[in-house]
């Protein structure tokens, strides 16, 4: 830091300071006048002199001239025309490097997914984890090797267009092709809010695809729930039936119910879904009396009260060959249930493809089957909401906080299954 000094016969006050020599490495000793006789002016101005003549050195030192290299090379590639992002993020980590010693991170679009999937694990439940893992390997083994270890801003809007297409052709619906490429899409929105490039490829694509070829999930008739549940190869599966038809839970969450959520007493099944685990989201559903019914003859385990309502399904895999989808769809032939139409349908030699053939109705009916039955019912959309554990309107409407006394309503609104 400057210190003043006064010369002998002199009311002036100059600044004196050391800086780096340049040339014998050591310090020199700098002495100049600050032009003021007043001591508080004559602080500021030395300290203005001291980072001038600081600025003045670095300029000239060994970091500044590589760094005016560097920049002479990018103008270069502009007058020339070659100046791309890949070119500038390049010139960026070699200043950065002479600046700081640090190296700047260069994501390829293989590593930066890698990133992306760590961080969206925190708070992201494992159903969507799976499927954030298998569209963004589906992506990256489209690209290909080397492809996918370029850096992230190599990928443009056509890569993805003729990726998309690649899955319409592999035999997958729209409304699936939509979800791959939003995916993808916002492993590049987390990119650009970054900074680490400046274009969503999957922007532009993801308004043009056409998902008028989905398939729309449909209900069942109460006489239909009736056929299921006498249909079901075990007390266990038809326990199972009834739970899905009064909560509409998923398969997995029904499945896996356990003794900790259910109240008797209360008449209530309190629990967070496995979809809204990482969001701790919980639905508190009251008890329709033939779920009551059915629940009231299970003897409840002393010694666990937290041990699954279902013990055998429980510990089944949910899509797996054999697993309980499959054993549902087995249920419903057997209980002459129609499955509705298919996703599609192959012709005669045509190969299956990648895509999944799903049929209008399944284990999920269930689910879409009470919301239908709370509707018609007249309950409100709030209502329905609340016992069916959506969060907007939006995710509803799919399908077809109010207080608790007005879900006990809303329930009690379903009538009974007719008896088989």
């Known amino acids: 830091m400057a210190s003043l000094k006064k010369r002998k016969n002199s009311a002036v006050w100059y600044a004196q300071f050391y800086v780096p020599d ?19 002016k004559a602080k500021e101005a030395a300290a203005d002199i001291e980072r001038a003549a600081q600025g003045a050195i ?33 010139h960026l980590a070699r200043l950065l490097a002479i600046a700081t010693g640090e190296e700047m991170t260069a994501y390829t679009l293989e590593t930066w997914a ?26 990256l083994s489209w690209l290909g090797t080397d492809r ?22 592999g035999g997958r619906t729209g409304k699936t092709v939509l979800s791959y490429v939003k995916d993808i899409g916002a492993i590049y929105r987390a990119a650009i809010r970054e900074g680490l490039v400046a274009v969503n490829p999957c922007g532009a694509v993801i308004g043009d695809i056409d998902t008028d070829d989905s398939q729309d999930r449909k209900p069942f008739t109460p006489t239909e729930v009736s056929a299921l549940v006498a249909a079901a190869p075990s007390e266990e599966w038809r326990g199972l039936i009834i739970t899905a038809t009064f909560t509409a839970l998923r398969l997995g969450d029904a499945a896996r119910l356990s003794w900790a959520s259910v109240d008797l007493q209360e008449k209530l099944i309190t629990l967070i879904p496995s ?52 054993t549902f769809a087995g249920i419903m032939a057997a209980a002459g249930v129609d499955r509705g139409k298919p996703s ?74 007719p008896k088989s």
């Open 22 to 40: 340049p040339e014998t490495g050591g310090l020199l000793q700098v002495r100049k006048s600050t032009g003021h006789t007043n001591q508080k």
């Open 148 to 169: 996918r270890r370029k850096p992230l801003e190599s990928v443009t809007g056509q890569d993805v267009r003729l990726w998309q297409e690649s899955l319409k052709d």
């Open 58 to 90: 670095k300029a000239g030192s060994d970091k500044a001239r590589q760094a005016r290299d560097i920049l002479a090379e990018a103008v270069q590639e502009l007058e020339r025309e070659t100046f791309t992002g890949l070119t500038a993020r390049k």
């Open 114 to 139: 890698a990133e992306w999937l760590r961080r969206k694990a925190i708070n992201s439940s494992k159903a969507t984890m799976a499927r954030y893992r298998g569209h963004t390997e589906a992506f």
């Open 344 to 417: 599609r349908v192959l012709e005669e030699g045509q190969e299956r493809g990648a895509g999944r053939i799903t049929y209008e109705r399944g284990f999920h009916s269930l689910r879409h089957s009470l919301t239908s039955w709370l509707r018609d019912a007249g309950v409100s959309e709030e209502d329905r909401m609340d016992i069916t554990g959506h969060s907007t309107r939006e995710s509803h409407q799919i399908y077809s906080h109010a207080s608790e006394q007005a879900g006990r309503d809303a329930i009690a609104k379903v009538p009974s299954l």
């Open 275 to 326: 979809k809204t685990k990482k969001k701790k989201r919980e639905v508190r559903i009251p008890i329709h009396t033939d779920l009551l019914a059915y629940l009231e003859k299970v003897p409840v385990p002393d010694d666990s009260p937290t041990a699954p309502v279902f013990p055998k399904l429980s510990k089944a895999r949910i899509g797996s060959r054999g697993g309980l989808s499959e």
